[in-house]
């Protein structure tokens, strides 16, 4: 069973709709992450939170929101998408005690 | 700010061969942990190897392993015996041990397997 689910696994969407993914884990862990992947840029953090009550932005948080809805669940909003938007988006979670952090089998995100 | 290159986009090996990716990363801090990360097609994101700075000794998984020169802040990734498997996206990464556990990814090496 995976630890870190995402959903949908692939979205196509058009601009200016309103968009949310979604993440759950079983790991019991606090903290939770949205990374955006683009070609050739890496992994970027969009938001992250470290518990319930505890949520900050990350280096792109521009045109996106979030939701702690409970330990185990993450969510991420396109108020408005827009195309380039289209990206791979990984939810990971993290455990402080062994320094490293668990991904989610991401989800495929396209605005056309 | 840290920053991690990783400065060849795309590498191939014959199956079988050594291969060695290049990471250089950039911080103030004396205390953080490196990673390297494999997304294959799949496009999941799996842990390969991860080192702690305060250790000297370099740290080994299998046919894996990394040449951590911390003075040099060069963290490379050393394949032995590569195997078809081995093709995918390797990401270099870099964790503070003194703020918030955000990870910095380099943009990646492409590496290939050649049969």
């Known amino acids: 069973d995976a630890d870190v689910t995402q959903t949908p696994r692939n979205r196509i969407t058009k601009t200016g709709k309103r968009i949310m993914l979604e993440c759950s884990q079983t790991k019991g862990h606090d903290r939770m992450y949205w990374y955006r992947q683009d070609p050739g840029l890496g992994l970027q953090l969009i938001y992250y939170?470290?518990?319930?009550?505890?949520?900050n932005k990350g280096e792109i948080s521009d045109g996106y929101s979030v939701s702690r809805q409970a330990q185990a669940k993450f969510s991420l909003s396109l108020e408005s998408a827009i195309p380039n938007q289209t990206a791979l988006y990984f939810c990971?979670?993290?455990?402080?005690?062994?320094?490293?952090?668990?991904f989610g089998p991401g989800t495929r995100l396209t605005v056309l | 700010a840290q920053t991690v290159t990783q400065s060849q986009p795309e590498m191939s090996v014959q199956e079988a061969e050594t291969v060695t990716l290049s990471c250089t990363y950039d911080t103030s801090e004396s205390d953080y942990y490196l990673f390297w990360y494999k997304q294959p097609p799949s496009r999941q994101m799996i842990l390969v190897i991860r080192q702690e700075a305060y250790k000297q000794q370099n740290a080994t998984e299998n046919r894996f392993s990394v040449n951590f020169q911390k003075a040099a802040k060069s963290f490379s990734l050393k394949i032995s015996d590569s195997q078809l498997g081995d093709a995918a996206m390797y990401f270099c990464a870099y964790r503070s041990a003194n703020r918030d556990d955000k990870i910095i990814f380099g943009k990646g090496t492409r590496l290939h397997i050649l049969p």
């Open positions: 939170s470290f518990d319930v009550k505890d949520i």
């Open positions: 990971a979670t993290s455990d402080p005690n062994r320094n490293e952090q668990f």
